[in-house]
């Protein structure tokens, strides 16, 4: 009887289109209400935006008008450090409180340790390990374990020369497409052209000539572009994961992912279900080269991803690697240039510091290896400086509250409840970064900060900012390419300041999906007469 009213009820629904849509609208509100009316947040009154505690959608809405990373500085400033902003999440400002979030706990690591976000899980496209979206603490470390020291900045150094082969192509690029012709560079798309060939560089030991061609060949660098942008967007809203499948968001990407193995490694018939043979040809050949490591890598983790196969195993870890390097590194460097072309002042001090060093910017004058000294304080300063105050990687960096829960400020979290910092607010804090907080100011890197170390040694404003800063992260889960991210920052801005004198003629942009975009760009160049 209950069951055929029900059904009958059901069938008037569908029937009536306007019934089903006032229906779901009734039954949603009704769920966020009784969501919002059991939160812990709401009975602590942790402050934050009216429809921010009901529903995802009020920061999907500000994701999809690209300005969330500001939006959220904006609402930190209204309500202070701890703010709800979504039904099941803080934002959290204070980069006192880094070390509660992010950092390395102790022994009893499974009560305490904040894994990332189930929301990372849209970022999963196959079954093997993909390190920037492995939500499992223990498979993340060791990831970490296998793959942190190609990473080094030892492990880097060893592909120099693959880095100076890509900077020579940039240079040739640049005067054809641009010096010589007197048109304005898009700057983003340079810096794209150029992280693609370094990728393939290191990877692969071969050039993939995007910068000689001075193109986006088969729309490689656009697919990746649209693969973080749609997840970026999709991360925002969990039913998302209820109605998609690593091998359906697999499945969507096809296209792009393929094009994009295929121009890196210079496999033009590479598929997923062919290219194990292809990989291992190509590993063989240059074995020193990450495609090599990554191989390895994926060899050593299989035990723990059954479900996957060698190619999607290797090539997920290419993924990893483009989504940092051609992902966020270019937009970065794309502030790199502007904020050295707004101060001239340290452009000239730069190249009095390449100067030095034959105008060459060369990694062992760089890393204080060998009783050695880095050369160019300046210059990592300066692109240090930028990337705090322009970090591409602007999302909320969400962790899950861990068995033990966590105290923040007068607020405590229970388990299973989601926390996060994200860069734009941590690196403006003015109560830890001081007043000048906004400034592009280099020398404060190279400061001594006004307390000791608790052995009373002086302690660098550096390490200061370090223990600080949220550019790349903090704790287990750190940047893993951020030596790599700064070699590509330094080697590109060397090379344009020493061959170019550049002027901006059109601004960037700033455009916020899953990291800060900064297109629209566009500089004149001309060569230098003298250095
Ligand atoms: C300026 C450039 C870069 C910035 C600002 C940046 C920033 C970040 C941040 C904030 C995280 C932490 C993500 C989280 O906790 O959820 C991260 C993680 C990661 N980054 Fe980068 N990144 C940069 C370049 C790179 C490059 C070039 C690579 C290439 C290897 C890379 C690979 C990774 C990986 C694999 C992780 C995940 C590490 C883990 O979860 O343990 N990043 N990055």
Known sequence: MFLNLFGQALYGFVQHKLYLVTGIIILTLAYWIHSYLKSPFRAQKIPGPFLGKFTNAYRWYYTMRHTWHRDLMALHKKYGHIVWIAPNEISVSDPNLRNVIYGFQNHKRDFTF????????????????????????????????????????????????????????????????????????????????????????????????????????????????????????????????????????????????????????LLPTFTFETGTADLKTLKEKSPKHLLSKFYNTQSKMRGHYPQGNEAEGTTIHIFNLIAGALGVVPHTQVRVIHELSRHPEYMQKIREELSKTDNTFRLDDFLPYNGGENKYPIFESAVRETIRLHPAVSFSLSREVPPSGCQLHQYHIPPGYNVGMASYQVNYDEAYFGPDVAQFRPERWLEDHPTAMLDGEKRSMKNYIEAGWFTFGAGGRVCIGRHLAMFMMMKFTAAIIREFDIRVVKEPEEVHTLFNEMPGMEVLLSRRCAV
């Open 114 to 265: 904040f894994k990332k976000a189930r929301s990372y899980e849209i970022g999963s496209i196959n079954h093997d390990f993909s390190f920037v979206f492995e939500q499992d603490a223990g498979n993340a470390r060791l990831g970490k374990y296998h793959m942190s020291h190609f990473y080094s900045e030892q492990g880097l150094l060893d592909l120099e020369e693959n880095f100076d082969k890509a900077v020579d192509e940039l240079i040739e690029g640049l005067d054809k497409h641009h010096v010589k012709t007197g048109t304005p560079c898009k700057m983003v798309d340079w810096t794209e052209f150029f992280a693609l060939d370094i990728v393939a560089q290191i990877t692969a030991d071969q050039s993939a000539g995007f910068c000689l061609a001075g193109k986006d060949a088969d729309n490689t660098a656009y697919g990746v572009r649209v693969i973080l942008r749609a997840i970026g967007i999709l991360m925002q809203l969990p039913w998302v994961l209820s109605v998609t499948s690593r091998t359906i968001r697999g499945n969507i990407f096809l296209n792009y992912l393929t094009t994009l193995y295929r121009n890196l490694l």
